[in-house]
């Protein structure tokens, strides 16, 4: 499924820090193109945007431009570092739009693991934009009209996932959280773990989702490796469950799911989703 198709541009800088660049493929339209912008995985401490891409001309293909950036790793950031560098590429391509021929009205975010849970949390947070800032990049708004998700974690509060999985991995995420070992359970780590997870950021007017996980729906046990649970569609399923309930369309697919489809034939429903959304 992964893509090795050369970006059109390749190293764009789009913010201060070194790692604020991206790489953009244009799709083939004479009228402005939607954009889907890909997060790459690596949890939060590893990882490139030249890693990782889904097949790019289902996108392409279809007249979606595309747009993969990296971000701030850990342990030198923690949050909100990536997620504020997610909001700064929108950002900047949305600023930026005319010269690549990208319409700006009509973005969408995606991504693989740690990637998914910064498009999530971009797709759920309030807008990033501050419109009284001197720097008109900042302006600009950060909504979006779609989110999807490889092995994504929507749901990141450790207390959750503790409830979820029966048990955590011992100081899991201590890096990307800031927080110091000592400090785990105190209110204010327990202020940063809601501001970090996306769907305590759920609303009414969240756009629509598509998630896909590469493993199944398998029951939960004691002796599943913490990679395995990470990453387990049970928290897609906990998205769906909440975005279902306010009436926001939201598609899950894994493993052996009732669609009996496979995962490839799943990345091409994500590709038509995205099209449905953006066209």
């Given at each position: 499924m992964f893509s090795r198709v050369k970006p059109d541009i390749a190293d764009i800088q789009y913010g201060p820090y070194e790692r604020n660049v991206l790489d953009l493929w244009l799709a083939k339209s004479k009228k402005p193109a939607p954009l889907l912008i890909w997060f790459h995985g690596g949890g939060f401490w590893y990882g490139d945007k030249s890693e990782g891409l889904p097949d790019l001309s289902l996108f392409l293909d279809r007249g979606i431009s595309v747009a993969a950036p990296n971000y701030r790793l850990c342990p030198q950031f923690s949050f909100?570092?990536?997620?504020?560098?997610?909001?700064?590429?929108?950002?900047?391509?949305?600023?930026?739009?005319?010269?690549?021929?990208?319409?700006?009205?009509?973005?969408?975010?995606?991504?693989?693991?740690?990637?998914?849970?910064?498009?999530?949390?971009?797709?759920?947070?309030?807008?990033?934009?501050?419109?009284?800032?001197?720097?008109?990049?900042?302006?600009?708004?950060?909504?979006?009209?779609?989110?999807?998700?490889?092995?994504?974690?929507?749901?990141?509060?450790p207390r959750e996932l503790k409830r979820l999985f029966g048990h955590l991995k011992e100081n899991f995420a201590v890096h990307f959280f800031g927080i110091a070992p000592q400090d785990l359970g105190t209110t204010n780590a327990n202020r940063i773990y809601e501001e970090a997870s996306p769907i305590r950021h759920v609303t009414k007017h969240s756009p629509p989702a598509f998630l896909i996980y590469r493993q199944g729906m398998d029951k939960i046990t004691e002796e599943m490796d913490w990679q395995v649970l990470i990453h387990h569609p049970i928290l897609g399923k906990c998205l769906k469950d909440r975005l279902d309930s306010m009436n926001i369309e939201c598609e899950l697919r894994y493993k052996a799911d009732a669609t009996g489809r496979s995962y490839e034939e799943h990345w091409a429903e994500m590709a038509r989703f995205f099209s449905e959304k953006l066209f």
């Open positions: 909100p570092a990536p997620m504020v560098d997610g909001g700064r590429a929108i950002q900047f391509l949305r600023y930026h739009s005319a010269t690549w021929n990208i319409n700006p009205e009509k973005v969408a975010v995606a991504g693989n693991s740690a990637g998914g849970h910064i498009a999530f949390w971009l797709a759920f947070h309030r807008d990033l934009a501050n419109l009284a800032s001197e720097d008109p990049i900042e302006r600009q708004s950060t909504r979006i009209a779609a989110v999807g998700g490889e092995d994504a974690q929507p749901v990141f509060d």
